[in-house]
């Protein structure tokens, strides 16, 4: 069983920044593929970006160039850094982890943090 812990939500002005991290408990979090999610009210959930295992990381175009994903597998712990924050960033922010193992495809989900952009 694998549990990730959101922090890093708030309110913030447009233009801001914040950096959210997620905390996986458990041995697969370096051998995993870590997502970031986010849903508006109203909206569907949506992917932000993702990160590899081996550190490669793609990103909603959208959002490309404002999000940066990063990890540091000694901590267990995947980062998203948000700069030049907008109004319609406001959402849920969830953590997403998925890792296959040689009897089972894993895939867990934090309980998300939520992210305010407004002034």
């Known amino acids: 069983q694998v549990q990730l812990v959101e922090s890093g939500g708030g309110l913030v002005q447009p233009g801001g920044s914040l950096r959210l991290s997620c905390a996986a408990s458990?041995?697969?979090?370096?051998?995993?593929?870590m997502g970031w999610y986010r849903q508006a009210p109203g909206k569907q959930r949506e992917l932000v970006g993702r990160i590899t295992s081996g550190g490669r990381t793609n990103y909603a175009t959208s959002l490309k160039g404002r999000f940066t994903i990063s990890r540091d597998n000694a901590k267990n712990t995947v980062y998203l850094q948000m700069n030049s924050l907008k109004p319609e960033d406001t959402a849920v922010y969830y953590c997403?982890?998925?890792?296959?193992?040689?009897?089972?495809?894993?895939?867990?989900w934090g309980q998300g943090t939520q992210v305010t952009v407004s002034s």
């Open positions: 997403n982890l998925r890792a296959a193992t040689i009897i089972d495809e894993l895939d867990y």
């Open positions: 458990g041995s697969i979090f370096s051998r995993a593929t």
